[in-house]
């Protein structure tokens, strides 16, 4: 059994910065794909990247790209997102899910654990 706990949320002024860091309890990381998502109220959970047991990266929202980077550390068995420019529409709750076959995807139904979600508010 899984448990991910997120971390590194909270409010940030736009163009701001925040990294998000998804730990992990009773497994080790390294050997799971880690995906981040973000949901909004009203609207279906959104995969926002991922990377793979093996390291390689995916980028699910083209408009995150550049401004949105996923990382591995396994000496700290987490995986972070560092969100930079950070605007209005990326309001959210972030969650973090793993996947037991180490394969990333963007579909939330793929993953086995999920955390229990942290709130980003990006606001003036």
């Known amino acids: 059994q899984v448990q991910l706990v997120e971390s590194g949320g909270g409010w940030v002024q736009p163009g701001g910065s925040l990294r998000l860091s998804c730990a992990a309890s009773?497994?080790?990381?390294?050997?799971?794909?880690i995906g981040w998502f973000r949901q909004v109220p009203g609207k279906e959970r959104e995969a926002v990247s991922c990377?793979?047991?093996?390291?390689?990266?995916?980028d699910y929202v083209e408009t995150l790209k550049g401004r949105f980077t996923i990382s591995r550390d396994n000496n700290k068995n987490t995986v972070d997102l560092q969100m930079n420019s950070l605007n209005p529409e990326d309001t959210a709750v972030y969650y973090c899910?793993?996947?037991?076959?180490?394969?990333?995807?963007?579909?939330?139904?793929?993953?086995?654990?999920w955390g229990q979600g942290i709130q980003v508010t990006v606001s003036s």
């Open positions: 899910a793993a996947d037991a076959d180490g394969i990333c995807s963007g579909w939330a139904v793929r993953y086995h654990y």
């Open positions: 009773g497994s080790t990381l390294k050997d799971y794909a």
């Open positions: 990377i793979m047991s093996g390291g390689g990266g995916i």
